[in-house]
């Protein structure tokens, strides 16, 4: 019976297995993927919330924060690009 099956398996096509460098890559760029969201959507509430404050230094803080955030996931995004065309 053990044979059988061996033998049925033998026909089916072999999933070709990553060496662990490039599992590493593709958990280190689902990863990046997911913070740099995650930064984006961060980046927009505070524009949301710069865009609905009324004290001028609130809505300065919310801008320079979703600065850093978009300028963070900019960065990120470069990242990945670097790791993912190599």
């Known amino acids: 019976m053990l044979q059988i099956f061996k ?3 033998d026909n089916k096509k ?3 297995e ?3 460098v ?5 958990k280190e760029g689902a990863y990046l993927t997911k913070l740099t969201s995650e930064a984006q959507v961060a980046a927009r509430k505070c524009d949301f919330f710069a865009g ?3 004290d001028q230094e609130v ?4 801008e320079d924060e979703a600065k850093l ?3 963070s996931a900019g960065v ?6 670097s790791i993912t065309t190599e």
């Open 7 to 9: 033998a049925l398996n």
């Open 14 to 16: 072999k999933i070709r």
């Open 18 to 20: 990553f060496d662990p």
């Open 22 to 26: 490039s599992i590493q890559r593709i």
């Open 52 to 54: 609905n404050a009324f």
């Open 59 to 62: 809505k300065k803080y919310f």
């Open 69 to 71: 955030l978009r300028k």
């Open 76 to 81: 990120l995004q470069q990242y990945y690009e």
